[in-house]
């Protein structure tokens, strides 16, 4: 990897919103110089038989990326990567899915790849990696429509999984029923071998309901919340105060400030799948990661404008 400072974006759809992250990037150093996001909902409509993206949500997204093209082209970068993962991976042979995806091309104005549930799960942990690169154990990513799992060791990522428990359509199959609840993650997660791989080990939590979740645990304990990459508990600690998340109502996060807020909905289902990863994965402790997908197709575009060149 070349140390020449480089300006980079990267977009993301995701299956709860839409981001654009601009990066200055100076080795393993991945500096955030401009973000932007839309809650938009992709994943919605996925928590039924057929899986459908909602016209609103398609409308708010393709608007999001008309205004990202417009920051894109302000910061000049010398590397654009797009990425959308489990919403429009559901629908991508549609006929609705496939509009989509050329109507959201149009408006970025760049190639938008779909990437699978491996690459993704791929992503987050050299993601993760790039952060710790020493790290031993699970990376575990919950989005909007799908969990990521992948087993890390001496800097390489060993083994990947992924399955359709996102924090959105969980919240929404399930609603609020909290023995629904746990048999489908029961159903899902139960014989994973990856999860046991992770023994005494540490797991390295990312997304965006996991970080909201991180930062309820840091204000429980009366921490200052200005960054939770890095914030680290032992399992036995975090494990009664995650409980307690999972079984609260959304309404009461609602109040807090806008990067708990936003996740309201999300955060008692993602709470309920981190106690299901504790109690088969059986962890040491856990570390939340700001870096993550992004970072990971931030590399991955990296080592591709490289190659070209």
């Not at 393709?62 to 993962?85: G, N």
């Not at 993704?120 to 990696?129: F, K, N």
């Not at 609603?175 to 029961?186: F, I, Y």
């Not at 079984?247 to 289902?269: D, G, V, Y």
Request: aromatic fraction near 6%.
């Amino acid at each position: 990897m070349s140390h020449t400072p480089v300006i980079a974006a990267v977009v993301d759809i995701g299956s709860n919103g839409v981001r654009l992250v601009v990066f200055h990037v100076k080795g393993s150093v991945h500096q955030i110089i401009h973000e932007e996001r839309c809650d938009c909902r992709l994943a919605e409509g996925l928590a039924g038989s057929k899986p459908k993206l909602s016209q609103h949500s398609m409308q708010k997204a393709l608007k999001a990326l008309k205004e990202f093209s417009k920051s894109i082209a302000r910061f000049e970068p010398s590397v654009v990567t797009a990425v959308a993962t489990a919403a429009i991976r559901s629908v991508a042979d549609t006929k609705q899915g496939k509009a989509f995806h050329t109507k959201a091309e149009k408006a970025l104005g760049y190639p938008i790849r779909i990437i699978s549930g491996v690459t993704e799960a791929r992503y987050t942990a050299q993601g993760v990696l790039t952060a710790f690169p020493k790290a031993i154990g699970l990376c575990v990513d919950m989005g909007g429509g799908s969990l990521e799992l992948a087993y890390v060791s001496s800097g390489k990522v060993r083994q990947t999984s992924t399955l359709p428990l996102g924090s959105l359509t969980l919240s929404m199959r399930t609603k609020g029923d909290p023995l629904l609840r746990e048999v489908l993650l029961d159903h899902h997660l139960e014989k994973n071998p990856i999860l046991r791989k992770a023994k005494g080990k540490t797991i390295f939590a990312t997304g965006g309901s996991w970080r909201a979740m991180a930062r309820l645990l840091m204000r429980a304990r009366g921490m200052r919340m200005k960054s939770i990459h890095g914030y680290k508990l032992s399992a036995k600690t975090a494990y009664k105060p995650i409980a307690e998340i999972a079984m609260e109502s959304p309404k009461k996060f609602k109040k807090l400030n806008k990067k708990i807020s936003q996740r309201a909905e999300t955060l008692p289902a993602a709470a309920a799948a981190m106690l299901k990863i504790f109690e088969y994965a059986q962890p040491k402790d856990i570390v939340f990661s700001s870096y993550g997908i992004r970072n990971g197709a931030l590399l991955a575009a990296l080592r591709s404008d490289t190659e070209h060149h």
